[in-house]
Each structure stands twice: as structure tokens, then as C-alpha cells.
């Protein structure tokens, strides 16, 4: 069985850096089959997407994050991380790690989380 | 601002079929598979629907998803109580190189 889990502190200042690391059991980062990702959720409000990360490193953000996000693996570890810098109250939010399904067939992207972590609330807070 | 548009909200008494739509583009649903998560607040999303209409293994065949053109619905028939929750759509965008979710709508079970 696959879990993922969230870990990091739950309280960050305005204009510091965020970080999370997503720590995965049951598979192996390494074996290049999944993407993994980010996904957040304000107050509130909906589901954002982060970005995600393969195996190899090569990653993809959303435009909207892509200048304050880096997203890292470390496979001897089995972890996957997360970087938001300069961050707002903007950035208060649950934020989930997931395992993503990520491939181009002919009918387009294919692409689906499953299993996500339970989640980690981060406060932007002085 | 999310590229995928879903109604707020639906509601339906136990035993009602409730259908949620999800409006979006040639960049996105036009262009790539659908996928539909169940979400329980202070829960993890679950995956309901992915590719369009296929169920994980443990999903009850009471949910359905289907795609057409630029838009895609998820059903939900023989409503049940614990059916209460948000769900969201999401789909992969050419032009945003990015995944995006839908607004996501409130299902409540009247």
C-alpha cells in the first residue's frame, strides 16, 4: 500500500521560505514510473496545483508560483520536497503531496493523483 | 483563478441522481483526459474518475464520467448520505504547461 506523507513546520513568517518534504512508502521514487506533485488548498478556497517532479529531476510549475517554487527529490531517501520563497499570508493554506500518473498518449495528457498524503496546514503568520 | 468552471453547488435527496458539469477549453479538456476527486473536508482528495470514465479499483460504479468536446460531467446516481462532499475536475493545460482543477462544487445530500 502506498502512503505519502507531509512534513514540515506549520508555522512560517512573511517573507521567509516555506519547505516541505513528502516522504513515501510502499514505492520507490526512483523507479521513474510516477511523477510527484504538490497541490494546495487556502481557506476556503479550491485545489491548486503546485508543480511536480520526476525521478530525474526535470520538473514542471504552475505559471503562477513558478518564480518563488523549487521542488526537489532525494531518492536515497525517498522524498520529494518543496521551497516556497518570499511568502504572503496569500500562502496559508493545506498543502497535499501526491503521487501523479503523467503520460502523452493519443488522446493528450494523461494525468491523475492517487494516493495523496493527509495534508500539512502552514500558516504565513509574524 | 482556475480555467475550469463547475457549478457551486448541487443537492439531491438520498436515492437522486445529482450531475456535475465542468466547462473548459481546447488547451485543457478539450485536449487531455479528465479527471474528477472526491473531497471531505480536513481529509485527503480521493480519485473518483480519471481518463475521462474510469473508476479506481474501490470507487462504487454509482459514479460515471464522461467528456464531450470541451466540457465533462460526473454523475452521481442513487445518492447516498456519506456522497456529501466537494468535488473537483481537473485536467492537464497545453497552453498553461500545468495542471489546473475546477472550481469545485458542494454536493450536499438534502
Known amino acids: 500500500q502506498v502512503q505519502l506523507q507531509e512534513s514540515g513546520p506549520g508555522l512560517v513568517k512573511p517573507s521567509q521560505t516555506l519547505s516541505l518534504t513528502c516522504t513515501v512508502s510502499?514505492?520507490?521514487?526512483?523507479?521513474?514510473?510516477?511523477?510527484w506533485s504538490w497541490v494546495r488548498q487556502p481557506a476556503g478556497k479550491g485545489l491548486e496545483w503546485i508543480g511536480h517532479?520526476?525521478?530525474?529531476?526535470?520538473?514542471n510549475y504552475s505559471p503562477s508560483l513558478n518564480s518563488r517554487v523549487t521542488i526537489s527529490v532525494e531518492t536515497s531517501k525517498n522524498q520529494f520536497s518543496l521551497k516556497l520563497s518570499s511568502v504572503t499570508a496569500a500562502d496559508t493554506a493545506v498543502y497535499y503531496c501526491?503521487?501523479?500518473?503523467?503520460?502523452?498518449?493519443?488522446?493528450?495528457?494523461?494525468?491523475?493523483?492517487?494516493?495523496w498524503g493527509q495534508g500539512t496546514l502552514v500558516t504565513v503568520s509574524s | 483563478q482556475s480555467v475550469l468552471t463547475q457549478p457551486p453547488s448541487a443537492s439531491g435527496t438520498p436515492g437522486q441522481r445529482v450531475t456535475i458539469s465542468c466547462s473548459g477549453s481546447?488547451?485543457?479538456?478539450?485536449?487531455?483526459?479528465v479527471n474528477w476527486y472526491q473531497h471531505l473536508p480536513g481529509t485527503a482528495p480521493k480519485l473518483l474518475i480519471y481518463?475521462?470514465?474510469q473508476r479506481p479499483s474501490g470507487v462504487p460504479d454509482r459514479f460515471s464520467g464522461s467528456k464531450s468536446g470541451t466540457s465533462a460531467s460526473l454523475a452521481i446516481s442513487g445518492l447516498q448520505s456519506e456522497d456529501e462532499a466537494d468535488y473537483y475536475c481537473?485536467?492537464?493545460?497545453?497552453?498553461?504547461?500545468?495542471?489546473?482543477f475546477g472550481t469545485g462544487t458542494k454536493v450536499t445530500v438534502l
Open positions: 481546447s488547451s485543457n479538456i478539450g485536449s487531455n483526459t
Open positions: 481537473a485536467a492537464w493545460d497545453d497552453s498553461l504547461n500545468g495542471y489546473v
Open positions: 517532479i520526476y525521478a530525474s529531476g526535470s520538473t
Open positions: 501526491a503521487r501523479d500518473t503523467h503520460y502523452y498518449d493519443s488522446g493528450g495528457w494523461v494525468n491523475w493523483f492517487d494516493p
Open positions: 481518463s475521462n470514465n
Open positions: 510502499g514505492d520507490s521514487i526512483s523507479s521513474g514510473t510516477y511523477y
